[in-house]
Antibody, heavy 123, light 111 residues
Framework: EVQLVESGGGLVQPGGSLRLSCVAS????????MSWVRQAPGKGLEWVANIKEDGGEINYADSVKGRFTISRDNAKNSPFLQMNSLRVEDTAVYYC????????????????WGQGTLVTVSS | QSVLTQPPSVSGAPGQRVTISCTGSSSNIGAGYDVHWYQQLPGAAPKLLIH???NRPSGVPDRFSGSKSGTSASLAITGLHAEDEADYFCHCYDFSLNGYVFGTGTKVTVL
């Protein structure tokens, strides 16, 4: 059974930092792209960043570029999200999601999601 | 900010058919990229409902179906059940943003 379990969320002041972790199980982690997707309270979903199977390609949403860093440790079956210079508008539940690349267009859909970890940025 | 537009809400009685539209542009749906749909039950994480415009993962009831045409896509629920009450989001790749985008989300209410 595929499982994704996030941790590391919490309350942080504006300008502060947090590091989110996700532990994956039930599949060959090193064979999949991984993403972070967030959802502000009462709002929709926003893709944040993703990382290729071997970490050799990384992409970010414009809203977090230069502030957030995605990484992964395939030995530990874990993707990470280092969040610096946090803003009030970064307040959200952050989900770790497994990507499956579609054969048709070469882009991904998110076939498994974790339960999410809440990040609150407030003074 | 979402670049895929969905109606904020749709509703129907049990057994009825409802559809949810997802309107994009020439840099995402209109560029030929696949559209995917997710269901989010209250208090839960999103769950993949449809991938590749019209494909249902194992375990998803066949009352859920998807289609795509031009710069839009649609999700249909045929024979609405009480447990279908949830938020639904579409998702696609956008080449002008070089990233993934989600729809604004639609709340389905079962009357």
């Amino acid at each position: 059974e595929v499982q994704l379990v996030e941790s590391g969320g919490g309350l942080v002041q504006p300008g502060g930092s947090l590091r989110l972790s996700c532990v994956a199980s039930g599949f060959t982690f090193s064979s999949y792209w991984m993403s972070w997707v967030r959802q502000a309270p009462g709002k929709g979903l926003e893709w944040v960043a993703n990382i290729k199977e071997d970490g050799g390609e990384i992409n970010y949403a414009d809203s977090v570029k230069g502030r957030f860093t995605i990484s992964r440790d395939n030995a530990k079956n874990s993707p990470f999200l280092q969040m610096n210079s946090l803003r009030v508008e970064d307040t959200a539940v952050y989900y770790c999601a497994r990507e499956t690349v579609a054969a048709t267009d070469g882009k991904s859909y998110f076939d498994y999601w974790g339960q999410g970890t809440l990040v609150t940025v407030s003074s | 900010q979402s670049v895929l537009t969905q109606p904020p809400s749709v509703s129907g009685a049990p057994g009825q058919r409802v559809t949810i539209s997802c309107t994009g542009s020439s840099s995402n749906i209109g560029a030929g990229y696949d559209v995917h749909w997710y269901q989010q039950l209250p208090g839960a994480a999103p769950k993949l409902l449809i991938h590749g415009n019209s494909n249902r993962p194992s375990g998803v009831p066949d009352r859920f179906s998807g289609s795509k045409s031009g710069t839009s896509a649609s999700l249909a629920i045929t024979g609405l059940h009480a447990e279908d009450e949830a938020d639904y989001f579409c998702h696609c790749y956008d080449f002008s943003l070089n990233g993934y985008v989600f729809g604004t989300g639609t709340k389905v209410t079962v009357l």
